[in-house]
């Protein structure tokens, strides 16, 4: 179902293809996850996503996918965590790049992601 355009991207984690769509389910999601206001989603990528972000941004994706489609949900954050054992580089940066190219209230996330996908260490210790 990859249609960066559109918000979907797929990935193949622990033998099983998984759909990661970026909608507003999705931003309802990470923001949550995150604990930042819509407004202030820009300061998530400001200088990079930390590895926590990351995580956050790949289980706010399943999730909204799965939760549109009735599908069963059987991972958690951590479930997700491990999965990012099984995706390189090239593939995080197509993640965020279908994520740049989704849209909040209509408005592009282009010029707030940049550099985007170089991960920084998570701040809480």
Do not use: C
């Not at 193949?12 to 990661?20: A, F, I, N, P």
Request: hydrophobic share 35%; glycine share 8%.
């Amino acid at each position: 179902m990859t249609n960066k355009k559109r918000g979907y991207i797929d990935i193949t984690v622990d033998g099983k293809k998984r759909t990661l769509h970026f909608s507003m389910n999705f931003w309802a999601e990470f923001t949550e996850q995150m604990g930042v206001s819509l407004q202030e989603i820009g300061t998530v990528f400001e200088s990079g996503i930390s590895l926590n972000g990351l995580r956050a941004l790949i289980y706010s994706a399943a999730l909204a996918n799965d939760l549109e489609n009735g599908n069963d949900i059987e991972y958690n954050l951590y479930t997700v965590g491990t999965w990012l054992d099984d995706v390189d580089a090239e593939k995080i940066n197509d993640i965020v790049e279908a994520m740049s190219e989704s849209k909040i209230l209509g408005n592009s996330l282009n010029n707030q992601t940049k550099g985007a996908a170089k991960p920084k260490p998570s701040r809480k210790q």
